[in-house]
Structures are given as C-alpha cells and as structure tokens.
C-alpha cells in the first residue's frame, strides 16, 4: 500500500448528538421567531435600541467564529486523514483561542451595553439581546470545553499513551459548528435587521 492509499478515520457522528443539536436548534428558533414577532409590534423601539449596539465588534465576532469553523473543519480533515495529530492539535488551539476572543469581545459589549445605562429590563430589545447573546454565549463556553477535552486526547495520542474517541471528535466539532450557524443568524437579528 501506497503513502498515498492510507485509509481515512471515519469519525462519524452519533444519531444522539444529531438529535441533541436539532434539539438545541428548536429552542433558538423558537427564540428568533419570538424576537421576530415582537420586533413587528414595536419596529421603531428595536430600531432605537439597535442603533445603540457596537456594530463593528458584532461583526468582528462574526468573523472571530467563521474563523473558528475554518480552524474546526481543518482539524477533522486532518484526524481523518491522519495527517499528523500535532497539526490536529494546532488547529484545535485555534479554535479555541477564537473562541477565548469571541467571549472576551462580547464581554467588552455587556459592559459598554451595561455602563450605558442597557440592561434585561431597559425594554423588550434589550430583554432579547442580552437572553439571546446570553444563551449563545454559554453554548460558546460549552463548545469550548469540548474542544479542549478532544485537544487532549489528540495530545495523550500525540504522546503515544491514549486513544482519541469517535463519539468526542464527531460531538465536539458538530456542536462546535452549531454554535457558528446560531451566530450567523444571531448577528443579523440583532444587529442588522432594519
């Protein structure tokens, strides 16, 4: 057999983790159609309280978590092809560290929102905002702990004394993706949506 003909890890996704990401994924339509429905009955308050959000550190997040994705797509390309589990490794510390940056930005947001006077009981954009970003804020948290426990068991691999699991790779970077995709609509609601 050829270098070139290694067969690829599989790393599969479990049914569960798909029905745990629908799940999740219910809730927070169920919250952006709220968010919606509400925005209809008072366009001109959410118009106002938008405008006093910093648009360019939403859209900065923005990228930090496409970034992220990118660095999460990179690492399991890499496991699956066995490339090297140190440039897995490195990949996934990329990740995260976007990540780190994505919730120290959107805290410097919470406290400019914050000093300003916003908070959950300022008015039922605010109220959204901050139960939204909140909610998402969490699951980057989450997601976050689950890339540094497959980060280690990439290392264990890497020092020849453990094994990386299927179910962890598949979970942490599906959940990791989902967190983007939740972004990506967020940031429009709340920031764009004229």
Not at 82 to 90: D, L, S
Not at 133 to 159: E, M, N, P
Request: glycine share 8%; charged share 10%; net charge neutral.
């Amino acid at each position: 057999m050829s270098a070139l003909a290694v067969p690829e890890a599989t790393y599969k996704v479990e049914e569960g983790v798909w029905v745990l990401i629908f799940g999740e994924l219910s809730m927070f339509t169920v919250l952006f159609a709220s968010f919606i429905f509400y925005r209809a009955a008072s366009p001109e308050l959410y118009i106002v309280s938008q405008a006093s959000l910093h648009h360019g550190l939403g859209a900065f997040n923005t990228l930090v978590l496409l970034g992220s994705s990118y660095f999460v797509a990179m690492a399991m390309a890499a496991l699956r092809q066995q490339h090297g589990y140190e440039r897995v490794r490195r990949h996934l510390r990329h990740a995260m560290l976007c990540g780190a940056l994505f919730v120290v930005v959107k805290l410097i947001e919470y406290a400019s929102a914050l000093s300003q006077g916003f908070n959950l009981l300022t008015n039922e954009f605010f109220m959204f905002y901050f139960t939204l970003t909140g909610i998402h804020l969490v699951h980057v948290l989450v997601g976050s702990l689950l890339l540094a426990a497959l980060s280690r068991q990439v290392g264990s691999k890497l020092s020849g004394a453990g094994t990386i699991s299927e179910a962890l790779a598949g979970f942490s970077t599906s959940f990791w993706h989902m967190v983007d995709i939740v972004w990506i609509v967020l940031f429009p609601l709340l920031y764009l949506l004229r």
